[in-house]
């Protein structure tokens, strides 16, 4: 019997011991630091016989520091990366690209490195770059794309959407376009135009001279073509503009009160409010057939209609509670259901282009808010407060929003300017979009390289 | 106490090092179920001998993206705090070690 249990014992004492040695120590990490990313940008090499030909056909010194910029500029603006100095680069840009030394990025801090080439082949532009992780030492993106030299900010641009997907996990949205209300003049007698912009402000075009009042300018989804309204002879018209060839076509002259024209995700037709026999309600135009359809029809004042990214519902605001709020519907006008229920009023909401949030204008106690909400109302957040502040529009990737803000006139009635702005979903990184005159009522493209 | 654990205080100063080495990446949603297990391989001097992702197949299947970001910029994080702040004594119980990084309370705050 002792003997047994001494065994037992045995048994127990080397169970538990080889339990012991093997039981893996487990720490949980819940935190780290929100810093955005170390990201070394090195300038795209080229050769100098590359060198001068870009210098005679773009009048560039140097395009492949150029494109470096355009991508360091992007990155930066994202709020997610932290571009480092190139001063402080310890390896040149051609042998970077070849094999980078770690360890010499390492030492400056840098976590990812992009690296490129830019070489001229039958006359066309050919980018190669690599994304490289720096403390894993390793590859982990390799691209070359060929284009005409012209292109070369969207070179940029595109490289920066690569980047981004690979570093982040979701699309880019920098290789994109903006379309807006530009704006001159004394607030009383303000010139409106639309314009389009890259989304980082450079190549400015105007579309229209100025000679009528233009609002809500919308891309459709292959950004070919834009929607807006405008005023002639004092009444409304909806009209389609092909943003390329600069052709100009009115889709309709529709009575009373018209608003915020916009197209459905498969560019088919047209929604927008507007007011027949006194009462405003929201209407699909098909823009082949032009056949007008009804899609609400309430006593109350219906306006702002947004497509959800499937095309099965539709966002709006109403007053029919009383006081304007937030509704959802199916596309057919059916199953309408109030979604905002906060203080305050709310308006333009707009459909995320992941389908899971609403961005909104909220206007409570004389301060306006640009917020979201999910889709059945429910997680309400404000992620910028000002004077005057709407019109959210999304990028393409559901992260960021754009908006335009007004600020406050003196007493004398000068001050007044109105400026486009960017914010981020998480209600950080609020940025001003510079413009070369004021702006308002912004629209952001999908990605143009799709 | 338990032999087979680092104590409170060993643990802290682990995770006070690692936490200032993660750069959690911003775009992350913070919706999503994402937890990242690594297990280390290490030397008595903290210095890494090998780490492995546990979940690795994750890495590169579709849709799996985030996991693979989140993932990546966790191994960033050792490799930028290495050698790691262990105990000065006792190898045997941590040379093997298994971290695991969960960002969600960072980005949904």
New interface residues.
Partial sequence: MKIIKLLTGICIFFLSYTSNSFSLIEVDITRGNLNPLPIAVSPLSQNNKTKKIFQNKLNLDDLGLEISKVIENNLKQSGLFNPLSKDAFLQKPDIAHLKPRFEDWSLIKAQALITGKVLIENDKLKVEFRLWDVLAAREMLALSFTTVPNNWRRVGHIITDKVYERLTGEKGYFDTRIIYVSEEGPKTQRVKKLAIMDQDGFNIKYLTLGNELVLTPRFNPTNQMVTYLSYFRNLPRVYLLDIETGIQEVVGDFPGMTFAPRFSPDGKKIIMSFAKDGNSDIYTMDIENRIVERITNHPSIDTSPSYSPNGKHITFNSDRSGYQQIYVMKSDGSNVKRISFGKGIYGTPVWSPRGDLIAFTKLHKGKFYIGVMRTDGKGERLLTENFYQEAPSWAPNGRVIIFYRETKTNKEGEGFSAKLWSIDLTGYNERLVETETDASDPSWSSLLSN | MD????TLSE?DA??AQ???????????PYNEDLLVRI?LKLRPDGTLIKTEILDHARMNMPGQ??F???A?S????I??CQPLKVPTSGY???K???????????LGG
């Fill in positions: 032999s087979s654990k680092l643990e682990l995770k690692i936490f200032g080495c993660w750069s959690i990446p911003l775009g992350l297990k993206g985030f693979r970001v989140l990546e966790a191994l960033r994080a490799q930028l045997e119980r941590w093997d070690l298994q971290l695991n990084f969960d960002a969600r309370e960072m």
